[in-house]
């Protein structure tokens, strides 16, 4: 499974547009880059996933790359109720459909 | 929709005690996975199961115990347990085949559980 690194928090303000970017270099050739949103004292929820390219849901886009050794999380215009930790994982159909998570980043949305 | 459901919500134990958590699955989805978030921790992988079997293992203790049943719920069972154990504990479950495609897991709201 691939290692991510993102950053450990950011901040930002309601309406703006906020990307958060996760490095994973040693990428395997058959993993995904899927991302979760947690909540404090939720479980964590499934937002988006991708390969390659931009890949657009009505949560987020995430963009990817063509050498495939980062991808972005873009969240359009933020609300208060987006403050959680996102993490970003490696995930690959070889893997028994475990999830690794690593360290998030912890998005405070201020008014 | 129905989701994932875990039960019990909270638990207080003393340490040595024994706990048992319950995790439902979404119908028609046959694989579960258990996780321990820690206060302030990223989850943590303990076990999972598919089609009743387990199917991988992760950091979990020898403490710990779980089995998925026919009805494909799924207990986790603690032993001897330590303050350290206080945690969310997470079950998450997927049906095998949609999963392979999408890396979606579909998380409970979690057991607290609290040693003292």
């Known amino acids: 499974l691939a290692k991510t690194t993102q950053p450990i928090s950011m901040d930002s303000y309601e309406g703006q547009e906020v990307n958060i970017t996760c490095s994973h270099n040693n990428i395997a050739t058959n993993d995904y880059i899927t991302w979760y949103q947690q909540f404090p004292s939720q479980g964590p929820r499934f937002i988006i996933q991708?390969?390659?390219t931009k890949v657009t849901n009505e949560v987020a886009s995430l963009f990817i790359p063509a050498d495939r050794k980062s991808s972005t999380l873009s969240l359009p215009r933020v609300s208060l109720s987006d403050t959680a930790v996102y993490y970003c994982l490696g995930y690959g159909s070889g893997n028994t459909g475990k999830l690794i998570f690593g360290q998030g980043t912890t998005l405070q949305v201020k008014p | 929709a129905a989701g994932v459901i875990q039960s019990p919500r909270h638990l207080i134990k003393e340490k040595r005690e024994t706990a048992t958590l319950k995790c439902y699955p979404i119908p028609r989805h046959d694989t579960v996975y258990w996780y321990q978030q820690g206060p302030g921790q990223d989850p943590q992988f303990l076990i999972s199961f598919y089609e009743k079997m387990q199917s991988d293992k992760g950091s979990i203790p020898d403490r710990f115990s779980a089995q998925q049943f026919s009805d494909y719920h799924s207990e986790l069972n603690m032993s001897s347990l330590e303050l350290g154990d206080s945690a969310l504990y997470f079950c998450a479950s997927t049906q095998d085949r949609e999963n392979a495609n999408t890396g979606e897991l579909f998380f409970g709201e979690g057991s607290r559980l609290t040693v003292l």
């Open positions: 991708g390969y390659k």
